[in-house]
């Protein structure tokens, strides 16, 4: 049919968050700067970032089943901030369970583009079956070590 098994991009949803999602957003990447760690999110940080997660925030955390009545679109793995090549992101990883997206396999970084939380960009893959999902982590994970951030003046950011 012509699909792809394995998408990788970049997406800015063309909108900045709110204030106050940007700023937890923010305050939690700047929380950890061992730039040889990770930091796994509690439930309740989790719950925080619902809607900076966009999608992935419709996950068992933010709408749990004896609450909500329902399993969750996004079935969330691991939820960590991470260093990478001396800059702090928020990977998340999971699979879409919801009828728009049916088993997909998903992994992300969400990137404070703007130093405030407020402009986010996601550099993620998604796998429409497990396999190559699988099979494509690895060059995903090298190609996210690859990148060499470029830092801007505050001039630049407004």
Known sequence: ??????????????????????????ELLTQTSDSASSTALTPSQIKSLNRVLDLAGFNQYSYPMELSGYAADFFLRTAQVKVLNGRSLLKVDGEFRADMNPDSYYVSYFVDADNRGRKIYEIFMLGKDKESYLLTLPLFKDLMESIQWQTMDKQTLS
Request: proline share 4%; charged share 30%.
């Open 1 to 26: 049919d012509g699909s792809r098994a394995v998408e990788i991009g970049i997406f800015y949803r063309g909108r900045l968050e709110s204030e106050p999602d940007g700023y937890i957003f923010h």
